[in-house]
């Protein structure tokens, strides 16, 4: 248990750090915006280029993972939807907020720090497959919903296609693709350039981890336990459960097994608290209220029901 907590505890006192820093006037929420900037168009780009760059084309893109992610993800983003239909029978602009709460894991800011210390070889692989799943699969699929909740089918088409065609300017998804040909094409950059890329990937864990914190301050949960106790518990412990079965699933009709570490990253992934932008795109229409709560409340808990995943799964 103590392996675990030293595991854990860093994690969460860099973001109370964070949280600190904000309650005492150290940074503002607006500085705090300024490093999350940092941290998505500089930090995290780089780390995932440097880790990308430094194995083959075939160690990479990992079919069973990204199926088995994908699936267990949909399959909870649906029971997730049909239940927001119950949980906000009269407000279906919330539904896809609800559904985007219980599905979409912090894999960058929470997830990679902790797979850092915890599976170092093949941290950075696990969160380029995410980013994959997550920035073309789910993220444009919930998107469109939330923005055309009551349009037509072929509007809602018109409007993923539109999310994955802003994608070529997502600088993740740039540095993922990069990446992912200059490894097929086994070239190799620069020593000047390689260490420059390392420097900056160097600063993505401890910043990520200080931005989160700087986030949640000033978050309250009271008055929206209706909705926020479901979203935690779909996100905490539905997702993690139907990851699972897709994965079992997976192997039972033929797909290669993954390895124990691969395994593992994919468990905690879908274990993980929401995303932090969740509340900044809650706002478009006015649900950043129960967002925030929700936030709060999968980033706490997460401390202890994490430290419980990884203590099962041998960690």
Not at 9 to 22: C, E, K, N, R, V
Not at 70 to 84: D, E, I, V
Not at 129 to 143: A, F, G, Q, S, Y
Request: with cysteine.
């Amino acid at each position: 248990m103590l392996d675990i907590l030293s595991i854990t505890t860093p994690i969460y006192l860099a973001i109370a750090a964070g949280f600190l820093a904000a309650r005492f006037g150290l940074f503002s929420k607006v500085e705090m915006r300024v490093l999350g900037r940092f941290v998505i168009h500089i930090a995290l780009p780089a780390l995932l280029f440097n880790a990308l760059i430094q194995r083959r084309f075939d160690e990479i893109l990992n079919g069973t993972y990204v199926a088995a992610y994908a699936a267990g993800s949909m399959l909870n983003l649906g029971l997730a939807l049909l239940w927001a239909r119950r949980l906000a029978a009269n407000d279906p602009g919330a539904r896809p907020y609800i559904a985007m709460g219980m599905t979409c894991s912090n894999s960058g800011f929470v997830g990679f720090p902790i797979m850092l210390l915890t599976l170092p070889t093949v941290a950075g692989v696990a969160l380029a497959l995410n980013m994959l799943v997550e920035n073309i699969l789910l993220l444009p699929l919930l998107m469109s919903l939330a923005e055309h909740q009551e349009e037509t089918g072929s509007s809602r088409l018109r409007a993923i296609g539109q999310s994955i065609l802003r994608l070529r300017k997502n600088p993740l998804i740039i540095a993922i693709f990069a990446a992912f040909t200059l490894s097929l094409l086994e070239l190799k950059l620069p020593a000047a350039v390689s260490r420059t890329v390392a420097l900056f990937s160097q600063a993505s864990s401890a910043v990520s981890l200080f931005v989160i914190g700087g986030t949640l301050y000033g978050l309250s949960a009271k008055g929206m336990r209706g909705k926020i106790m479901p979203i935690t518990m779909g996100k905490l412990a539905l997702h993690p459960l139907l990851v699972w079965l897709a994965l079992t699933l997976a192997v039972l009709l033929g797909m290669p097994a993954l390895p124990a570490d691969l395994r593992t990253a994919l468990l905690l992934t879908a274990a993980l608290p929401i995303m932090s932008i969740y509340p900044i795109l809650g706002m478009r229409h006015g649900h950043e209220g129960f967002c925030a709560a929700a936030l709060l409340s999968t980033t706490t808990l997460s401390f202890f029901t994490l430290s419980g995943l990884l203590m099962f799964l041998g960690h």
